[in-house]
């Protein structure tokens, strides 16, 4: 292994994902000891580790920043979100097949897609016949990783060959090793009680893959020539096979030992062993032997070891054996030869001469592959994988000046019924029928976009207001939501959202409404439906409710039901807020979800329409816990991801980030601004706004100014680019807002050019 040591490193903080002792297995130990030597070897380097945790018993060390529950998937995505907001440069996974939940692990892929680092992958397995599940995720991985480290040189051929992997991308790094000096095996038997013996050993966790039944087998023919000969065989049985049945396998072994009359030549050490003491019972073994079963194992953590303090070692021929122990390392046996290991340990400790030899080529190998050597060649490639994805130095510089509303896109998604719902990209998808939510928005839409010829804006107001009147089933006195493209609808009764929403609405159109007729139908059917509010039990068709009460409020002071539902629903939440609230959570409901900003936005406009301080306190409070909540650690608008939905007590996730929290929020400092008269709430309105414009996370913007769309949200790895009737409405209000904002209290963006 040729290491460069670059003197020069970009690295200096680490997020490291692996099983981490006191978990009990190979991986474990090599996931500590690669923390333990990146430590020691660069202490200014800061490593992160999150930690697998298959049981959830574990006491891990301090060391340990975060553990994920391997068969909980939704813990991946909050790793991610910590990841994210940790300031890592670099994600840095020790992956195996088993450690991971999920179908071949793929709940790691999860978490993958939702953090935007470099990524370098060291792979433990590397199958040469995978399954149809394994070969999916490793191909995920590899099209994910910008370096991929295995640890034999057959491991990037298999990964070339069989997975097409980038040559380029592919490091060979051997599996480290303690650097301890050489030592003469009797100088550690009497601490064992093993003077006077022949000690042959085996270490690791106990399982048939193991192959000690060829070892054991071996033993008769050995003893004969060796008498004194001791097998050690040191390790706990595998936590897995101990749950499937318990230490009936070592019992098969022990049984196997007395049938061939060498039960006391072998001695079975059943503990898990830490490093300090295994180096120790290495340093006491004469021979060192590996008769594994698997010729596909491309990784063995105890043979490397072995050689690392050196040991004379006899292996089967797997893929790592043939490497480690090339040009006459050690020496190689087939599987299953029991005669051949019997063979060549009576060589061996009948020759002290050949037996020194092989231990001292093993010892020189060994020290290419110290802990140090192995901590310097990862971060060489770690190093690599940050700079190939440039380090954000500065917030990418984004034209912000807020974008005049335009209705080009909302009339491409539209059509003589109304608003269709979903796009591919640009296009209408027509699968997918319209919705009144999307129409009920729209029509608010046509009441607040100014420069808009008379024709055009009645036009697409009567369209949209013909279907919210269509929709209205006055049999179940509710409104419906979907329709088909065939203008069948899907259901009698909508959502209650969608209820609330349209009946916001209806109060909206009632009041600003350009045309009186448009007006004159809003408020008559406002009337007509307005009452359902009081069978609705959400706390967001309540909060949209309130919008539109507040709206026929303004118009109508003495408007009886706009009043009661201001009221009673204003009552009610402050009653959520009571029994929701902790001192580190001030919001009416244990989890969050989406729109959240109008519920504080529905408090804020219920006490101004009312007179009440307590109602416009709750909605400035509630309003600014959110907002925290909602800026990410470099001060930029963070919309709630989707996974934080229905989370108690959690903070939030970052992804997938959707437009409509984003003008919910806008909507919500407006009124804020309106109630108090602090600049504050422009500003906060303003840093929502320029989350469209690119803003964000991924420096990456939603809006496209020359058609007035709007892509769907900002994904870990990018932008959703389909182009959905909300995200364009959520938009092009959005534009509204900012605008009324702007000739309300002045610019509220510096005048230039959005980037297309």
Sequence with gaps: MQVVVNDERRADHIALIGNFLPRKCGLATFTTDTFNALRDRFPDVRVDVYAMDDRGTYDFPPEVTRTIPQDDRLAYSEAARAIEDSGAQVLWVQHEYGIYGGVAGDYLLALLERVSLPLVVTLHTVLDHPGEDERRVMEALLRRASRVIVMAERGREILERVYDAEPKTIAMIPHGVPNRPFADPDDFKARFGWDGRKVVLTFGLLGPSKGIETMIEALPAAVAEVPDLLYVVLGATHPNLVAHEGEAYRDRLKALAHDLGVGNNIAFIDAFVEQGDLIEYLQAADLYVTPYPNPAQITSGTLSYAVGVGKAVISTPYI????????????????????????????????????????????????????????????????????????????????????????????????????????????????????????????????????????????????????????????????????????????????????GRTLWALGVVARDAQMAKHRDWARALYDQTAALAFDLGSPRAEAFAMLGAAAMLDISPDHAIARRTLAQFGNGFLALLGSARRPEWQWFEIVLAYDNARLPEAMLRAGLALGRDDLVACGLDTLAWIIARQTSPDGRFRAIGTESFGREYAEPMPFDQQPLEAQATIDACAVAYAATDDRRWLDEATRAYHWFLGANDLDAPLASPRDGGCFDGLMPGGVNRNQGAESILALQLASCAISALSKAAGPVAKPERAVA
């Excluded at 790592?320 to 019997?342: C, K, N, P, R, Y």
């Excluded at 976009?449 to 009645?458: G, K, W």
């Design 320 to 499: 790592h054996a043939t490497e480690i122990l090339a040009d006459g390392h050690g020496l190689l046996v087939d599987f299953g030869d029991s005669a051949g290991f019997a063979r060549e340990i009576v060589r061996l400790l009948s020759n002290d001469g050949d037996r020194r030899r092989l231990s001292e080529r093993a010892y020189a190998r060994g020290r290419t592959m110290i802990w140090p050597r192995a901590a310097e060649a990862a971060l060489d490639q770690i190093d690599a994988a940050i700079a190939a994805k440039p380090r954000r130095l500065a917030p990418a510089r984004h034209a912000l000046t807020p974008l005049a509303p335009s209705l080009e896109a909302v009339a491409r998604m539209s059509d003589a019924t109304g608003m269709l719902q979903h796009a591919l990209y640009s296009v209408p998808d027509r699968r997918h029928g319209y919705c009144i939510d999307d129409n009920a928005r729209a029509l608010i839409l046509m009441t607040q976009i100014e420069d808009l010829a008379d024709d055009v804006r009645d036009r697409w107001t009567t369209i949209y207001a013909s279907f919210v009147q269509h929709a209205w089933n006055e049999e179940a006195r509710r409104f419906r939501n979907f329709m088909n493209f065939d203008r069948s609808w899907c259901e009698d009764a909508g959502s209650e959202d969608s209820n």
